[in-house]
Nanobody, 122 residues
Framework: QVQLVESGGGLVQPGGSLRLSCVASGFTLDYAIGWFRQAPGKEREGVSAISSRDGSTYYADSVQGRFTISRDNAKNTVYLQMNSLKPEDTAVYYC????????????????WGQGTQVTVSS
């Protein structure tokens, strides 16, 4: 049974930074981990993901160059470092786990965390 818990959200000014954490329990080393977000009135979108097989990383065009995903297997934790934040980054951010190897920004994952709110003031 895979359990995911996100943390690190909060209020930040435009141009600021936040680091989100996703702590996983259960056997998750062979799972891909993705970060997704959902803003009010919008559908859930893929933000970033990391493959369990080769460590490949993926980013939405809207965050490319500003966000970085990383994985600490010893701590069973995946991070999303978010820099140069913009008001349009405001959303609830979710981490998710799946055993798939392809289309990792597709939101149809098997396991989900509870979400953490990120608010970038305008």
């Amino acid at each position: 049974q895979v359990q995911l818990v996100e943390s690190g959200g909060g209020l930040v000014q435009p141009g600021g930074s936040l680091r989100l954490s996703c702590v996983a329990s259960g056997f998750t080393l062979d799972y891909a981990i993705g970060w997704f977000r959902q803003a009010p009135g919008k559908e859930r979108e893929g933000v970033s993901a990391i493959s369990s097989r080769d460590g490949s990383t993926y980013y939405a065009d809207s965050v490319q160059g500003r966000f970085t995903i990383s994985r600490d297997n010893a701590k069973n934790t995946v991070y999303l470092q978010m820099n140069s934040l913009k008001p349009e980054d405001t959303a609830v951010y979710y981490c998710a786990a799946d055993r798939r190897s392809f289309y990792l920004l597709n939101p149809n994952y098997d396991y989900w965390g509870q979400g953490t709110q990120v608010t970038v003031s305008s």
